[in-house]
Nanobody, 128 residues
Framework: QAQLVESGGGLVQPGGSLRLSCSAS????????IGWFRQAPGKQREGVGC?????????YYADSAKGRFTISRDHGVNTVSLQMNNLDVEDTAIYYC????????????????????WGQGTQVTVSS
């Protein structure tokens, strides 16, 4: 059964860093586009960024993530990472990864309905 699991969340001070991981079981992530989304309390789920399938490798970041977040593939371990630097209290949310079977990544595809399999999410809290 295809399954995604996010890990790496936690409590960090403003200006700090976290590295989230999205691990897959039952299928190979290299053939899928991967999106990262987040949902803060009382807010809609929003796209953070995405990476295309491994043979493509394109990335796209929402304005809120540009220059601070980096998505990469960890080849050989079936994992995609989200490196988050210079975190702000506004980054506090549950972070989710999800797969796009078309393998695409771009501004027009970074919407939740485009994605198929979702993880359960990992909590990121930025607070002093």
């Amino acid at each position: 059964q295809a399954q995604l699991v996010e890990s790496g969340g936690g409590l960090v001070q403003p200006g700090g860093s976290l590295r989230l991981s999205c691990s897959a079981s039952g299928f190979a992530l290299e053939y899928y586009g991967i999106g990262w989304f987040r949902q803060a309390p009382g807010k809609q789920r929003e796209g953070v960024g995405c990476i295309g399938k491994a043979s493509d490798g394109s990335t796209y970041y929402a304005d809120s993530a540009k220059g601070r977040f980096t998505i990469s593939r960890d080849h050989g371990v079936n994992t995609v990472s989200l490196q988050m630097n210079n975190l702000d209290v506004e980054d506090t949310a549950i972070y989710y990864c999800a797969t796009d079977r078309k393998g695409l990544c771009g501004k027009s595809t970074l919407v939740a309905v485009w994605y198929d399999v979702w993880g359960q999410g990992t909590q990121v809290t930025v607070s002093s």
